[in-house]
C-alpha cells in the first residue's frame, strides 16, 4: 500500500510579526527562519510521518533552496525517485505569522510550474495506492493524473488549495476533495451552490470533506455526513495545519481506518502541527498523534 503525492515542494521563509501587515505598511518582524515547505512536500512529510510508504513527485531547482525544500522529505524517508529537477529556481514562499498564530502567504511556484503528471509512471498508480493531490502545480498536469489514476483503479484524494481553476469534470472523478472554508466559498459561487460538505457533493457526485478550523470538519459522501470535532489548543503557527490533516488523513486511510476514524486522525496531528513553528518540519510522528488520541479510545 502506498501513498502517491503530486505536488509542491517550497523553501518557507517564515517572518514572526506582531501584527499582519496591510496594505502599504511595513512591520517590523521580531524573526524570520527558513523552513522546508510546499503543500505537496508538506502533504507527504505528514502521510511518512505517521506511518505510510509515500512516494513523492515534484519539481526542485538547482539551487541552495532545493535542499531546504526537500530535507523534512528526505527526513521523513520518503521516496523521491520521481523529483525532477528542471532549469528553474526552487518554489519559495513567504510567511508572516502574527501573535495569534495567524498567518499571510505570497508563493513565487519556480520549478513547481514545471512539474508533470508524467513523472509517475501507471505501474504504481495500482488500485492499492491513495493518490494525493492539490493546487500548487500547473492543473491541467493535476487534471491528467486524476484522469490516469482513476483509470488504473487507484484512490483519488484532491485538496483543491489554493482554489485555482481545475476543469468540473476533473473534480467529479475523484473520491474525496477536500477544501477550508474559504475554499468551499470560492467553490460554491463557482458551481452556483451553498459551500457546505453536502450541497458541494451533491453538484459534484464526489465525496467533499470542508475543514474549518477550530470548528472541526464536516465530509459528505455516499454513505452519508460524518462530523468530527477539533482539538482545543493554543497555535503558534497555522501554516501547514490543512496539509497535515491532508496527509495524514490519506495514511490512516491507507492503512484501512473507515473515514470517520481517519477524520479524527487526522484533526489531532493537525492539532499538534498548530503548536509548532513552521510547516513540514511541523508535521508530528505517529507515537505523538497515537498519545492525544488515546484519552478518546474505550
Do not use: Y
Not at 510567511?95 to 505570497?106: M, S, W
Not at 458541494?200 to 462530523?227: D, I, K, Y
Amino acid at each position: 500500500m502506498t501513498v502517491i503525492v503530486f505536488g509542491s515542494a517550497n523553501a518557507d521563509l517564515v517572518f514572526t510579526v506582531p501584527d499582519l501587515p496591510a496594505p502599504g505598511v511595513t512591520v517590523m518582524g521580531q524573526d524570520v527562519k527558513t523552513f522546508p515547505g510546499g503543500k505537496g512536500a508538506n502533504q507527504a512529510v505528514a502521510a511518512a510521518r505517521d506511518g505510510a510508504r509515500v512516494i513523492f513527485a515534484g519539481a526542485v531547482g538547482r539551487d541552495g533552496f532545493a535542499e531546504v525544500a526537500t530535507a523534512a522529505l528526505r527526513d521523513a524517508g520518503v521516496d523521491l525517485s520521481r523529483l525532477a529537477v528542471p532549469d528553474a529556481p526552487t518554489g519559495c514562499a513567504s510567511i508572516c505569522v502574527d501573535a495569534a498564530g495567524r498567518n499571510q502567504i505570497a508563493v513565487a511556484p519556480g520549478a513547481n510550474a514545471l512539474a508533470r503528471a508524467g513523472q509517475l509512471e501507471d505501474a504504481i498508480l495500482s488500485p492499492g495506492a491513495i493518490v494525493l493531490l492539490q493546487m500548487e502545480v500547473p492543473p491541467d498536469e493535476v487534471a491528467a493524473l486524476i484522469r490516469r489514476a482513476k483509470a488504473r483503479g487507484a484512490r483519488v484524494v484532491l485538496n483543491l488549495a489554493p482554489p485555482g481553476e481545475l476543469r468540473v469534470e476533473a473534480m467529479r472523478a475523484v473520491d474525496l476533495l477536500i477544501v477550508n472554508e474559504h475554499e468551499a466559498e470560492v467553490l460554491a459561487s463557482r458551481l452556483g451552490c451553498a459551500p457546505d460538505a453536502a450541497a458541494l457533493r451533491g453538484v459534484l457526485g464526489a465525496g467533499v470533506a470542508v475543514t474549518m478550523g477550530e470548528a472541526g470538519v464536516v465530509a459528505a459522501t455516499a454513505a452519508g455526513e460524518v462530523a468530527v470535532p477539533a482539538f482545543s489548543v493554543t497555535p503558534v503557527d497555522t501554516t501547514g495545519a490543512g496539509d497535515c490533516w491532508c496527509g495524514v488523513l490519506c495514511a490512516a486511510l491507507d492503512r484501512g481506518l473507515v473515514l470517520e476514524a481517519a477524520m479524527r486522525r487526522a484533526s489531532a496531528a493537525a492539532a499538534i502541527a498548530v503548536t509548532r513553528p513552521g510547516a513540514a518540519s511541523a508535521m508530528p510522528r505517529a507515537a505523538e498523534t497515537d498519545a492525544l488520541l488515546s484519552p478518546l479510545r474505550p
